[in-house]
């Protein structure tokens, strides 16, 4: 098992077994120094257990913090398999993922886990173009996170993390190609990992960096407008959609980043929010020989939202 060597500092192989030798452990430490496991409630206290590993959360969570019913194959629920921690697949500004390993002895499977960071390792703050039109039902809460306290800033990361699960639920339960929303726990998200189907355990890569064949650049427009167009049937903009939160999985795409989701009813900035997704979109498919025109997908959107 392998992946890019563009999302991880060096090649880290994950294991069939659930127990890692003191080498593995050490080869963690090494390649990760400033990754704490326990940040994410890894078990270190356990002498089964590797310090990149942990029980599995999945038995303690509430039906709710569950993915939607079908459960896909991948899923596993034995209360006995353990996480292992495989390392980075992205660094962001405001949340980090992870390659993840959740192992039975005779079952496995790898999960992408999002973790939100702390409020003073953020190093930036979703602007509040995005937020106008949610509401905070604790006024208590409300004042913390517009004075920006410590508790506050916790509050917000938490906010994120929780809008970012709604919006990957509601958009599959709409039949939108998004990553299966495993489960939330705290400020992580645990979700299906996308593979590149010619690479197994490899990321797929983002559209941004794909060159498809003209009769695949055809087929991912009309993927990305068929989920443009059910997010605003559904009432909604992506809000940062662009290349780069675009999987390429082969044909298939996938949209990722949703924290953002920003309500058209609700927001009087959508619209632009909007304008400038079709355009950081068709800016892109032009590039590559496709004509396509943002003011007409755009029209196209709003039409379908109102």
Known sequence: MKYSAEQQHEETPPSNSTKHSSTKRARFEHDFPDR??????WNVLDDSLAENQRWSTWPELEKLMRGPLPYPPFIIEDAGAVDTDLGVLKTGKEADVFLVERATESRRALLAAKRYRP????????????TEGRSVRRSRDARAIKN???????LEAARWANAEWESLRMAHEHGIAVPYPVQICGTEIMM???EDPENPGVAAPRLQGVHPS???LQGYWEQLVAAMTAFARM?????DLSPYN???AGERLVVIDL?????????QQASELLARDCRNLCNWFNARGLEVDHGELLGELLAAAW
């Open 246 to 248: 675009v999987l390429a």
């Open 148 to 154: 920006s306290s410590s508790y506050g800033r916790e």
């Open 259 to 267: 924290p953002q989701l920003v309500d058209l009813a609700g927001n």
């Open 119 to 130: 409020a003073e390792q953020r190093l930036f703050h979703r602007s509040a173009a995005y």
């Open 36 to 41: 704490d496991p326990r940040s994410a409630n």
């Open 235 to 239: 009432g909604f903009a992506h809000g």
């Open 192 to 194: 299906e990992f996308i």
């Open 214 to 216: 003209p009769a695949c």
